[in-house]
């Protein structure tokens, strides 16, 4: 591991303790002469000035390692974090504390210590259980060491570079169901799911059922047998979704780790939903950098998790902008899935805008839906067309998107 600082540091009272009885000793010598009381100050002085030199000394010829058992997580899980530390000096070393800073911009800090004692040749090994409570590129910023001179008078301090890093990704969720129309023919994959009818490709037929188009119907086989039949289409997963998060600052205004935890997870279970369909899926948002990802299939999941526990919320773009400039460049009928914490007036109109354009656009509400400014947001989004869902979830690991 690659030094980062070093520093020696007197330990408060008991520095200042043994500080004075060697000027004690001194003066005492220097006025009362005879070999006893300089004899006596130079032990206690060369014992003092062995055992500071010592410490300097050991804490550099320490060895120390840091591991985790799992490199990547979903929240919610444990993982085990291992320190050694190892004396291969023939001396013994009377007091080491090793810790490290486990930091997150999610998370406030963490802080693991040991302290031990080392004999000569001496490893010890230890062990502590994290709970992983939020999303999050996490970074295991250092490891500190810290020895004292056996009579605790000065503590040398050294922090030691790790490059260890975790991932923890939001939770995703089975969506029972995504109802979506396309009008972009974007391959054609047969699916299970309800996105699109081809109407030229009949998978079977079936009784009637309420609800069903006229259209469905079988007329010259309800003639023959005497009985509404109507036509099962094969359904295809040829649409192109795009799933939008709101990242602007501004518009989390408190419990923004909250929030994001849970539109992440909702991003995370569109995404996986879609590209387990082989959907054209889209992942777009603006935190430092603008970032816009596609995928087709399962095999990009992990890229689109990888982007998704970078988002902080801590955007400076609006989302008006975001939406505006980038579905400019998306095909006609693109559908459109907007994660958001708050309404403000001109994300109404881009979205507004975009519905008038053809897109269809769907608004993820996070929000305070009993604030009567975002009351009346929601219904005037209504009123223009936009459709507005809510993210839900039970404990058998599954979710929906329902309209409210």
Not at 365 to 380: I, P, R, V
Request: charged share 20%.
């Amino acid at each position: 591991m690659r030094d980062k600082s070093f520093s020696i540091k007197p330990t408060g009272i008991k520095a200042i303790i043994a500080v004075s009885f060697l000027l004690i000793l001194f003066f005492v010598a220097l006025f009362t002469g005879g070999s006893l009381p300089y004899m006596i100050l130079y032990i206690y002085g060369f014992s003092m000035l062995f055992s500071f030199l010592w410490a300097i000394i050991s804490v550099n010829i320490l060895y120390t390692s840091i591991k985790v058992d799992k490199q990547s997580v979903v929240v919610g899980d444990s993982i085990q974090i291992s320190m050694d530390i190892e004396n291969p000096s023939f001396l013994p070393i009377p007091y080491v504390a090793i810790g490290a800073d486990l930091l997150s911009d999610m998370l406030a800090q963490k802080h693991i210590s040991r302290h031990i004692s080392l004999g000569p040749r001496h490893e010890v090994s230890f062990e502590d259980i994290l709970q992983c409570g939020h999303y999050g590129f996490y970074d295991m910023d250092s490891i500190t060491l810290r020895v004292e001179d056996a009579f605790g008078i000065f503590a040398v301090n050294k922090r030691l570079a790790s490059h260890l890093i975790l991932r923890v990704y939001p939770k995703w969720y089975n969506l029972n169901r995504l109802s979506l129309s396309s009008y972009q023919q974007m391959g054609n994959i047969s699916g299970k799911h309800r996105i699109m009818e081809d109407f030229a490709d009949i998978g079977g037929i079936r009784q009637y059922r309420d609800g069903d188009s006229i259209k469905r119907v079988h007329w010259k086989l309800s003639a023959k047998r005497d009985e509404l039949l109507v036509k099962d289409f094969v359904f295809n997963s040829n649409t192109q979704v795009c799933v939008i998060i709101d990242t602007y600052k501004p518009d989390f205004e408190s419990n923004t780790a909250e929030l994001s935890e849970r539109m992440a997870e909702c991003a995370a279970s569109i995404l996986y939903y879609c590209l387990n369909s082989e959907m054209h899926t889209g992942l777009i948002y603006d935190e430092r950098e603008h970032v816009m990802l596609w995928g087709n299939n399962l095999s990009t999941f992990t890229a689109f998790m990888d982007s998704i526990i970078m988002t902080k919320m801590q955007g400076e773009r609006p989302l008006s902008d975001v939406l505006l400039k980038d579905m400019a460049a998306m095909p006609w009928g693109t559908a459109v899935l907007v994660l958001v914490p708050l309404l403000a007036s001109d994300t109404l109109s881009a979205m507004v805008s975009l519905k008038d354009m053809g897109y269809e656009i769907r608004c993820v509400y996070f929000g305070d839906k009993h604030d009567n400014e975002q009351a009346n947001a929601l219904a005037y989004l209504k009123e223009c067309g936009v459709q507005i869902m809510d993210f839900s979830t039970n404990e058998n690991a599954s979710s929906a998107l329902m309209a409210i």
